[in-house]
């Protein structure tokens, strides 16, 4: 039988880590808002005309600079000779240069971001539905309420109406959409970086008249974590934040993938079992307390991308 495995490389080029992403509407140049007049602020791309005036030379020098030994991990995962991998590993990377201030895998760049609070509104007379994100800051990858916040974001769920079963779905906050034709869908989310997070919803609504009560019930689940959440909905979010984390580590593929993620994030890697532990060690006391820590009375970004007739 042929041997299955995969062989990775990953590359650190930013100790922040991936741009937050919200896989719908909202776009990359629009969600520059979350982080003001800083670096993780900054937005993926860039103005149009520093694009255009990219030389090669500047390709050279960012290649230069970035693809270097410290800020490389390679992964091995399946039926791979660790030994043959050191040795193919030794022949083609060992002369690849090495930063002049290497920083281990893990770490810090730069000093800490800084959340600021504001609603931002923007029109887009071209779009039907108003899209609407709702955020606090969250926790970096290394922080010791990463699962919690987890927990907390399986407990708000996703939802969207086109679902067969969408009104019978956990999350209570789905049930209040639903029941009152508030939204079309919406996701909640809790994205890390290396020094800290964003945790929160997107919504997509074609009521645009009911926007405010949109909203309300949205952050009047949010304070509910901060005082009266259940067992049951603690449990059943732990069975669904384990089965999405490890039953999508169905091939070496994807293993190889979440090694190299976890060493280049964090400097080690979380076997699957200890993230089975992680997860099921988080109580309801827990979520009580980092919702009072994140949540209760904290400044929040709120964007809105509104239609002609918002």
């Not at 270097?68 to 590993?89: F, N, S």
């Not at 679902?163 to 209040?176: E, F, I, K, N, Y």
């Amino acid at each position: 039988m042929k041997r299955s495995y995969s062989i990775i490389f990953m590359l650190l080029l930013s100790n922040v880590g991936l741009w937050f992403f919200i896989p719908l509407y909202l776009r990359t140049r629009d969600l520059h808002i979350l982080f003001t007049d800083q670096p993780l602020g900054r937005t993926i791309l860039g103005p149009k005309a520093n694009i255009l005036s990219i030389k090669r030379d500047d390709l050279d020098s960012y290649i230069k600079t970035n693809y270097t030994a410290d800020r490389m991990v390679l992964v091995g995962a399946g039926g791979v000779d660790h030994q043959e991998l050191v040795k193919l590993a030794e022949k083609h990377f060992s002369s690849l240069p090495v930063s002049k201030n290497p920083i281990p895998l893990g770490r810090l760049a730069h000093s800490g971001s800084s959340f600021v609070g504001s609603d931002v509104r923007v029109r887009d007379d071209a779009i039907p539905c108003a899209h609407v994100a709702i955020a606090v800051e969250g926790v970096g990858w290394s922080s010791p309420d990463y699962f919690p916040m987890q927990v907390m974001q399986s407990i708000m769920g996703n939802w969207d109406r086109s679902l067969g079963a969408s009104p019978l779905l956990s999350s209570r906050l789905s049930h209040v959409i639903s029941s009152n034709n508030l939204a079309n869908s919406f996701m909640s989310f809790s994205t890390s970086y290396s020094d800290t997070g964003l945790w929160g919803i997107y919504l997509v609504s074609e009521n645009l008249m009911n926007l405010d009560d949109m909203t309300h019930f949205t952050l009047k689940e949010w304070c509910r974590m901060s005082m009266a959440p259940t067992d049951v909905e603690v449990e059943r979010a732990k069975s669904q934040l384990k089965a999405g984390l490890l039953l999508s580590l169905d091939g070496t593929t994807a293993i190889a993938e979440d090694i190299g993620r976890q060493l280049v994030t964090t400097g080690r890697r979380l076997t699957p079992q200890q993230i089975e532990f992680a997860v099921d060690a988080v109580t309801t006391d827990e979520i009580k307390r980092v919702a009072q820590k994140y949540l209760w009375d904290k400044d929040v970004r709120v964007f809105f991308q509104l239609g002609a007739l918002a």
